[in-house]
């Protein structure tokens, strides 16, 4: 089941990359083919699930958790964005930047109101997978805002379309920092003779990687920094959009060979360096 859904995630940030690169700054257009295909991929995906008898638990999450509701979620991102481009003011920076702040702060009111599972989300959590994104014994009502959704025990979970809003809101979020942070860009000039500053070379995937790392060994406050202060800090000192962090780090965890691959390769680095300097010693 892994081997046969996990490439789904991948074809989609391919086909998203190619999609936003290809209409750059048409919204309506990125939207409508983006929605389109993840639509279509989370069709397969339903149809690759529900064609399969021999269901574990892990399995099951995994579907409901790392596919369905990440999908949907996408969905109702693009959706949201399109909605947002479309209503914004004609092109006046003040206007502009008003009208994407007021988006933000309601983005933020929205987010506040499933806090609970924001930080479950955000942390990466797994300790309620069991009662989030498992299937129970009968149909349920959810209410959402003014009206009440049926929820079909056999291809949904009760959590299901509750982390599939957060997550889009999430990198709606994004979104919305980036596009107000652009009305700042050229304001900020560097002073001619500010040393070079340094640059994130390696890969966005290897930041991540070490972002945990450095968060599970609490090295920042004592180990009472949290993952999202970590992660905001060195987005910020080397100038790199990490997007859904959380997300790549699923992958990361989902290696089946060497998962601290670039921790490793740290390590090996700083063993060669040393060995050298030893070798100097003695020439």
Sequence with gaps: MKSTLLPINEEINAYLKHVETTYQ??????????????????????????????????EEILYFKHIKAHLSALIQYYTLVQTIELRKPPRKKKKLKSYYLKALYKVKRKIGKKRTY?????????YLDHR???????????????????????????????????????M????LKNKIKAFA????????NRP?????????VDLIELIYALHAAGVFNNGRADLKEIAEC????FEVDLGQYNRVFYDIRARKINKTKFLDALKDGLKKRMNETDNQLFI
């Design 234 to 237: 060195l987005q910020q000192v």
């Design 25 to 58: 700054h048409d919204y309506s257009k990125i939207a409508e083919l983006s929605v389109q295909y993840v639509s279509r991929k989370l069709e397969e995906a339903k149809e690759k699930f529900e064609h399969r008898q021999d269901i574990g638990p892990e």
């Design 196 to 204: 070079h500053q340094l640059k994130w070379t390696a890969s966005k």
């Design 172 to 175: 709606l979020r994004h979104y």
């Design 185 to 192: 860009g050229k304001t900020k000039a560097l002073p001619v």
């Design 118 to 126: 924001y930080n479950y989300y955000k942390a990466n959590s797994t």
């Design 132 to 170: 989030f994104f498992r299937r129970v014994g009968q149909d349920i009502f959810c209410t959402t805002g003014a009206y009440l959704m049926d929820i079909d025990k056999r291809n949904n979970t009760p959590a299901v379309h509750v982390f599939a809003q957060v997550e889009a809101y999430e």
